[in-house]
């Protein structure tokens, strides 16, 4: 497979529709590089779970560009609306039950994963999808993850359509908060912290 390299300034609208159309494609994010497709292209999908060598069962992040685009898929409280005001974009992911539209992401799971991620370039590309964005970390299943070009380069040149170069890039672990059951469960405590979180739902976290 030919890759298309794309560095600096993209065709924001070019690269969402590929993406809409199942392009596999390595992208750059405020956190760390992940791989990603259109979140209702299952066939590409399933493709990324074979180059990762990643259980196809297992859940995969959301990535939309507002709270708006994420109330589309998933269902809000009045509480988790909160903490998706204050904390977005930035590194925090929040595990929403599905709306009808959203069900068939969930994949197994009880719950979307969904963040909106602090990173404009993405968002950009992201505000011009008519789907949302499905996407992991890109590395290997159960190796680091990559956030250097040479890397990711290295690892997928050949096996995808895009690799978006983003420069180097210095991650920070996000949190994620499950509001699917009562009370809300931290499962990862990142940047946010848990304190922070309580105080903005209103309600305890475990």
């Known amino acids: ?31 760390v590089y992940g791989i990603g497709t259109g979140a209702f292209c299952e066939g590409a999908i399933q493709k990324i779970c074979a180059l990762k060598n990643r259980p196809p069962t297992q859940p995969l992040q959301i990535l939309v560009p507002s709270v708006a685009r994420a109330e589309q898929i998933a269902r809000f409280t009045p509480g988790a609306l909160r903490v998706a ?91 994620v908060l499950d509001v699917t059951a009562t009370p809300a469960r931290i499962l990862r405590e990142g940047s946010i912290l848990k304190n922070d979180l309580q105080r903005v739902l209103g309600a305890p976290i475990v």
């Open 1 to 31: 497979m030919m890759t298309q390299i794309l560095k600096n300034k993209v065709d924001a609208n070019a690269l969402a529709h590929a993406l809409d159309e199942g392009a596999v494609t390595v992208f750059a994010t405020d956190t």
């Open 85 to 175: 005001q204050t904390y977005w974009p930035g590194g925090l992911t929040l595990i929403l039950p599905p709306t009808e539209k959203g069900r068939p992401l969930l994949r197994g799971a009880a719950g979307l994963g969904i963040r909106v991620p602090a990173y404009e370039p993405l968002c950009q590309v992201l505000a011009r999808m008519q789907h949302p964005l499905c996407s992991t970390s890109a590395n290997l299943h159960g190796q680091p993850v990559l956030t250097d070009e040479a890397n990711v380069l290295e690892t997928f040149d050949g096996l995808v359509d895009y690799i978006w170069l983003g420069g180097t890039l210095s991650p920070t672990a996000s949190s």
